[in-house]
Nanobody
Framework: QVQLVESGGGLVQAGGSLRLSCAAS????????MGWYRQAPGKQRELVAS???????DYADSVKGRFTISRDNAKNTVYLQMNSLEPEDTAVYYC????????????????WGQGTQVTVSS
């Protein structure tokens, strides 16, 4: 079983910064892609950024140049540095990890964190 623990959300004024963290633990054999999604009230969950095992990253157009995703493979942790935050960034942020367990090393599944609230005031 794989557990994800997120941290770093909160309330910030427009133009401010926050850093989210998501640590994966459990019987992990290998982690592939790690990513951050967000869901605002009344809207569908959307991809914010993802990062492959080798470090290549992709971003939603709305956050390019403001957000940076990174990962520490030794700690099984993914980060999202969010700068120049805007009220439109207000949402619950979820991390997602694609990984395989030690007992089923060829079977990769997606695991989700519990979500962390980010609120940006104008």
């Amino acid at each position: 079983q794989v557990q994800l623990v997120e941290s770093g959300g909160g309330l910030v004024q427009a133009g401010g910064s926050l850093r989210l963290s998501c640590a994966a633990s459990g019987s992990i054999f290998r982690i592939n892609t790690m990513g951050w999604y967000r869901q605002a009230p009344g809207k569908q969950r959307e991809l914010v950024a993802s990062i492959a095992n080798g470090g290549s990253a992709d971003y939603a157009d709305s956050v390019k140049g403001r957000f940076t995703i990174s990962r520490d493979n030794a700690k099984n942790t993914v980060y999202l540095q969010m700068n120049s935050l805007e009220p439109e960034d207000t949402a619950v942020y979820y991390c997602k990890v694609n990984c395989a367990g030690v007992w089923t090393p060829s079977r990769f599944s997606d695991y989700w964190g519990q979500g962390t609230q980010v609120t940006v005031s104008s």
